[in-house]
């Protein structure tokens, strides 16, 4: 089985998808930082190495010693609050790193990329659900900083014969199917996280963020999305890539989406808890609702969405978040 290099493999989806690599007996050797990913969340069959994806010297000796064969390339910062306070920050960490970082990969030989991506590169949607073909125009750093890699690969595709899916997620959710990895991000924002965290009675409500929305609740709109789904999304794509398919850009939803209100009360089911809950004000930029088209992905990948039902994702972060109270620690 070829080797394959994961760019923030200690991260949430990153941890998730070196595991179902790791099932299908590919070798993977994951490259992270650690500024935001946990070592713990890195299975021990995974060759580990701590850096940055600047530092051309590593991964010049990553991709000969293990002879890298392509990249999955998750490791960005992914916060788009902390986008909107610190644009130069996401354009030197998600951008300029990360053209550096394919760069040297092709320098070295390697030519096949896929790319973490997310719905965030269209900003305010026209249409929906959203198709890949729908114009993309970022509200926020973050989508912005993805966006303009999108944009590089079909230069670099000319130039250089990258070969290279962006694979533009929706609302990634849920926790591994045996528990033994699940989402911690330093400081959360998501809301299916904090929804467990107030059950758990770490938080004492949850705000919902507006309530006045064009929704049949009032509450937003989104496409979750689990990330062993998700996971399985990377590997099809690397597949594809192999077997010469054309490069593009792929949504990855499941084309339904689910309220605030629904989440919070599906979660009070799962977990059999009362979770107060605190009507707040709109959060900025958070549009009434987002929800992805699939049919590209699931044509041409042969893609599926098989555990994102509402109520799968919440009992597995449920279980995650049980069992992990204070995270990886
Ligand atoms: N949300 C909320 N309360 C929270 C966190 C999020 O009402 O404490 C809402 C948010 O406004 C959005 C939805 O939940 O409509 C999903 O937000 P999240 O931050 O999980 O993902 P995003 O859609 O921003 O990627």
Aim: charged fraction near 20%.
């Amino acid at each position: 089985m070829p080797t394959i290099l994961v760019s923030g493999g200690a991260g949430y989806i990153g941890s998730h998808t070196v595991q179902a690599l790791i099932e299908r007996a590919f070798k993977v050797v994951v490259l992270d930082s650690l500024i935001t990913g946990h070592r713990g969340a890195v299975p021990s069959q995974a060759i580990f190495y701590e850096g940055d994806i600047s530092d051309a010297e590593l991964i010049g000796r990553i991709v000969k010693d293990h002879q890298v064969e392509a990249v999955i390339h998750f490791a960005a910062r992914s916060l788009v609050g902390e986008s909107m306070l610190k644009p130069d920050l996401y354009f030197y960490e998600n951008t300029a790193k990360s053209n550096g970082f394919i760069s040297t990969l092709l320098r070295q030989g390697v030519n096949k990329i896929v790319f973490s991506s997310t719905a965030a590169t269209y900003g305010v949607p026209e249409e929906m659900p959203i198709s890949e073909s729908a114009k993309t125009e970022p509200i926020n750093p973050y989508g912005a900083s993805k966006r303009m890699i999108e944009q590089s690969f079909y230069w670099l595709e000319q130039a250089y014969g990258l070969k290279w899916i962006a694979l533009r997620y929706f609302n990634a959710a849920g926790a591994s199917l045996d528990g033994s990895i699940g989402e911690d991000h330093t400081s959360e924002t998501h809301l299916i996280p904090l929804v467990l965290k107030t059950a758990l009675g770490q938080r004492e409500a949850i705000s919902v963020f507006g309530t006045d929305y064009s929704t049949p609740d009032g509450t937003c709109i989104r496409d979750y999305i689990h990330v062993v789904d998700l996971a399985e999304a990377h590997i099809l794509a690397l597949e594809a890539l192999e077997k010469d398919l054309e490069s593009g850009a792929y949504n990855v939803g499941t084309g339904k989406g689910y309220s605030v209100r629904e989440v919070i009360d599906m979660a009070k089911k799962v977990t059999g808890l009362e979770i107060p809950v605190l009507d707040a004000s709109r959060r900025v930029g958070d549009p009434d609702i987002l929800v992805a088209k699939v049919e590209k992905i699931e044509k041409s990948l042969g893609w599926k969405a098989q555990h994102s039902d509402l109520k799968t994702i919440i009992s597995t972060a449920w279980q995650w978040h049980k069992c992990h109270p204070l995270g990886y620690e």
